[in-house]
């Protein structure tokens, strides 16, 4: 089974607009850590934004903030009054207790801002 | 550097020709990854390492790629006998080891670029 799950393999958004990524997770271990990363056509990662598996509140970072619904293992991030460099691929990504160190990727959301 | 350097940043080479990639972590980082992306596909793992053990080497894709890291520190991908498939984009990446619930992410470097010919 897949450990992170993208269901949404293009996206488009208006400028200004905000628009949500898609991420599911599978896992049975009580201690995670959810990561999303920003690939742009430059090819370099970027980390975005964190989310703990024991975090109360759903973690936001600038623009950035995580929809994160523990019960139903999703992880959506939501980019709020997008702008036209936030045209990339986007991937989630999980850590979990059980596997150590290893991360799980998905396989990406690419998000084009139309102007 | 404050970054995940790898080396080279390109390379191009011919079928059955051997290729060795260099992945320089973040001073201090213990754990390091390794990762292969094909032109507009997502990240395929292939190796990971916790100082110089390698704990999971399940995504190799055959025997003719192998890792190592020295050191605790700079890691070396081998492919041997290379084929035109290995035509992508090879992605090394280091973190804090830590628990699995630390806001601790992977660090990645900007990739070899390999093409086979």
């Known amino acids: 089974a897949q450990k992170i799950t993208q269901t949404q393999p293009g996206m488009f958004v208006q400028e200004k607009e905000a628009v949500t990524l898609d991420c599911t997770y599978d896992?049975?271990?009580?201690?995670?850590?959810l990561f999303w990363y920003k690939q742009p056509s430059s090819g370099e990662m970027i980390f975005l934004i964190y989310q703990g598996s024991y975090d109360q509140q759903n973690a936001t970072e600038g623009r950035y903030s995580l929809n994160f619904q523990k019960a139903r293992k999703s992880a959506n991030l939501v980019i709020s009054a997008s702008q036209l460099g936030d045209s990339a691929m986007y991937f989630c990504a999980m850590r979990e207790e059980d596997t150590g160190n290893q991360f799980y990727f998905g396989t990406g959301t690419s998000l084009t801002v139309i102007p | 550097g404050a970054g995940v350097s790898q080396s080279p940043s390109n390379k191009v080479t011919e079928k059955g020709k051997d290729v060795e990639l260099r992945c320089d972590p973040i001073?201090?980082?213990?754990?390091l990854y390794w990762y292969r992306q094909s032109l507009g596909q997502g990240l395929e793992f292939l190796i990971y390492f916790q100082g110089n053990s390698a704990p999971d080497k399940s995504g190799l894709p055959s025997d003719r790629f192998s890792a190592e890291r020295t050191g605790g520190s700079v890691s070396t991908l081998t492919i041997q006998r290379t084929q035109q498939e290995d035509s992508a984009v090879y992605l090394c990446?280091?973190?804090?080891?830590?628990?699995?619930?630390?806001?601790?992410?992977?660090?990645f470097g900007d990739g070899t670029r390999l093409s086979i010919l």
């Open positions: 990446a280091s973190s804090l080891f830590t628990w699995a619930g630390s806001n601790q992410p992977q660090h």
């Open positions: 001073s201090g980082h213990t754990a």
């Open positions: 896992t049975s271990d009580p201690s995670y850590g």
